[in-house]
């Protein structure tokens, strides 16, 4: 199985801020395809999860341009450019390259 | 709109066995596939199983194998998750999650908890 790592696990941020979320994998998620099978996730308290971004850099429909994602190979970065209230929750990387899809551990974001 | 509405939580006895449903509506329900996600208490997000909208095929993760069952009724729209010979350790919020074309889960449902308890 992929193993997925996350950096760091808590992240208090100022609002208006820049943020930053590191995710690393045990193996390359690049496919044959070109394309990186690493996507992420914002769980807001309460809530399921919501897609934010796949294919490492492709925004989902209807996420703010304030979330970007970069990387390749086993690195991977989750960046806001600035902090908003709402951003608050725990962060999820997740390898879809193959199965078992597995998780990171999660980054929780909160407000300082 | 996309929506995966999910069946109410249960209590269930260790030994016994659950069955959670997803009714999708928005989409073309035999176009995509569904994943189920489960959550324990305070861990990470659990991979458990997926099911082809189109044909049926499934794919299960190898910690679950033999007490995990994923079927789907395409006239209903719904997909179902039956997890057996539950233990404690089995306590979780479990999810569906949509397939989307990217192999991303673009939507979830709302989340079922189940609690293993005697």
């Known amino acids: 199985d992929i193993v997925m790592t996350q950096s760091p696990l808590s992240l208090p941020v100022t609002p208006g801020e820049p943020a930053s979320i590191s995710c690393r994998s045990s193996?390359?998620?690049?496919?044959?395809?070109?394309?990186?099978?690493l996507d992420w996730y914002l769980q807001r308290p309460g809530q399921s999860p919501q897609l934010l971004i796949y294919?490492?850099?492709r925004r989902a429909s209807g996420v703010p341009d304030r979330f970007s994602g970069s990387g390749s190979g086993t690195d991977f970065t989750l960046k806001i450019s600035r902090v908003e209230a709402e951003d608050v929750g725990v962060y999820y990387c997740?390898?879809?390259?193959?199965?078992?899809?597995?998780f990171g551990p999660g980054t929780k974001v909160d407000i300082k | 709109q996309v929506q995966l509405v999910q069946s109410g939580a249960e209590v269930k006895k260790p030994g016994a066995s659950v069955k959670v449903s997803c009714k999708a509506s928005g989409f073309t329900f035999t176009t995509y596939g569904i994943h189920w996600v489960r959550q324990g208490p305070g861990q990470r997000l659990e991979w458990m199983a997926w099911?082809?909208?189109?044909?049926?095929?499934?794919r299960y993760s190898q910690k679950f194998q033999g007490r995990v069952t994923i079927t789907r009724d395409t006239s209903a729209t719904t997909a179902y998750m039956e997890l057996s010979s539950l233990r404690s350790d089995d306590t979780a919020v479990y999810y569906c999650a949509r397939n989307g074309y990217n192999y991303e889960l673009d939507y979830w449902g709302q989340g079922t908890l189940i609690t293993v308890s005697s």
């Open positions: 997740m390898q879809a390259l193959q199965t078992p899809l597995t």
């Open positions: 099911i082809n909208g189109a044909n049926g095929d499934t």
């Open positions: 193996q390359s998620l690049l496919h044959s395809n070109g394309y990186h099978y």
């Open positions: 294919f490492a850099s």
